[in-house]
């Protein structure tokens, strides 16, 4: 009998140490509205303890890992090739430049139709008016800035596209306008 005794002991050993600590730390015994950002650091922290890691397109974009690029398939002479594999998946901003001197509602009427032929051509952009003839349009996915830059400027009223720092002029922009 006292070997049984024994035995259920040992076996319920390890549960009983097992289990956490049931004192709470100094900085949680504080009112939350009393906690600092250190405090409420910790406590995401604790909260994120036994959560599983993100997949690596959940993430935020500046962890997400850079994508692999294999030079050997490329084009090195075409550095705009270059500019738009590196740029996929990652956001990437354009400035579009309306011609003429337009209003502010003829020109935000022109980029939202500029941006609905996009969308409709699967390229997602999102637009912004920065300027009475300017406007910023933002792709989640930076390689189909070179393709909306292809189609933007065939358009009448482009002045000019700006990705990455170079200007690319519109077809029927006025060269003393540039």
């Known amino acids: 009998m006292r070997f049984y005794y024994i035995l259920i002991?040992?076996?319920?050993?390890?549960?009983?140490?097992?289990?956490?600590?049931k004192e709470k730390p100094?900085?949680?015994?504080?009112?939350i509205r009393d906690f600092t950002d250190a405090d409420m650091e910790r406590l995401l922290d604790q909260w994120e303890e036994d959560e599983e890691p993100l997949e690596p397109d959940e993430l935020p974009e500046?962890?997400?890992?850079?994508?692999q690029?294999?030079?050997?398939?490329?084009?090195?002479?075409?550095?705009?090739?270059?500019?738009?594999?590196?740029?996929?998946?990652?956001?990437?901003?354009?400035?579009?430049?309306v011609d003429g001197n337009p209003t502010r509602e003829e020109a935000e009427t022109l980029t939202k139709l500029w941006q609905t032929s996009?969308?409709?051509?699967h390229i997602q952009a999102e637009r912004y008016m920065?300027?009475?003839?300017?406007?910023?349009?933002?792709?989640?996915?930076?390689?189909?800035?070179?393709?909306?830059?292809?189609?933007?400027?065939?358009q009448e009223r482009c002045k000019g596209v700006t990705i990455e720092n170079k200007e690319y002029p519109g077809v029927y922009a006025k060269k003393d306008e540039l």
């Open 9 to 21: 002991l040992m076996a319920l050993l390890p549960l009983s140490m097992a289990k956490k600590s």
């Open 26 to 31: 100094e900085w949680a015994k504080k009112d």
């Open 62 to 67: 500046h962890l997400r890992p850079q994508p």
């Open 69 to 97: 690029i294999d030079l050997s398939k490329l084009d090195t002479a075409n550095p705009e090739e270059l500019l738009k594999v590196s740029k996929k998946g990652r956001t990437l901003m354009t400035f579009v430049s």
């Open 118 to 121: 996009l969308w409709n051509n």
């Open 130 to 154: 920065v300027d009475d003839d300017r406007a910023i349009f933002l792709f989640k996915d930076g390689a189909q800035a070179w393709e909306a830059k292809d189609y933007l400027i065939q």
